[in-house]
């Protein structure tokens, strides 16, 4: 049943975690779907580039740091994963009444190869709206950290886009908070605090949805 503390306050069904690689946010996803199943809740924890076999393929060949990848390059197999992640794992699990976590899904695509690639907002959200055919979260949390905070938690083993410096990661951040500010689905979670703080403000703003009819279809 839903947390009495949360009453009145939005619920979401479709639920992403973003932030600047070293922010928290897997920690954080992970908190958020014990809670909800806490709270008698079927949840699909899942993440991006990933989340089905072939995303994970994918995974491995754009973070892999001996591989070079055109920035275009690089959108394109970020995109295939999410098509085949909403297609084969997102969809169908809104389908059966599940609450959906995924860690990282489009806003990444406008941070990293948007504002931290450089490539134009529109054409990625054109591209991004034909591999999710529309699929949007109900609720994006940004996990906000300052980029001093980032470099120290990633520490000296980096991914390949974790590996592109300071430079590129600050135009990551700023990319985050100018989406946050110009969307209302988009919250900004300041991800400084430990982890069970920043767990107690995410829930604090969060109530359980009701259980969803599975006969209703999707979304």
Partial sequence: MP???TAG????????????????????????????????????LTREPGGTALG?????????????????????LMLAARAQHVAACIRPALAAG????????SLSSLAYQGYGRGLPLEEIRAADAVATGGLRPDLTLVIDVPLETALERLGAARDRIEGEGAAFLRRV???????????????????RPAAAAIHRAITAGLSCPAPANPAEGEP
């Fill in 3 to 5: 947390n009495p503390s």
């Fill in 9 to 44: 306050a939005p619920t979401a069904r479709f639920l992403a975690l973003e932030g600047v690689d070293g922010s928290g946010k897997s920690t954080q996803a992970q908190l958020l779907a014990d809670w909800y199943r806490a709270h008698g809740m079927d949840v699909m």
């Fill in 56 to 76: 994970e393929r994918l995974r491995a060949i754009v973070l892999d740091p001996a591989i070079t990848c055109a920035d275009r390059a690089e959108l394109m």
């Fill in 98 to 105: 599940q609450v959906v976590i995924t860690d990282r899904f």
């Fill in 173 to 191: 951040i700023a990319g985050y908070h100018a989406l946050a500010h110009s969307d209302a689905t988009i919250r900004l979670v300041d991800g």
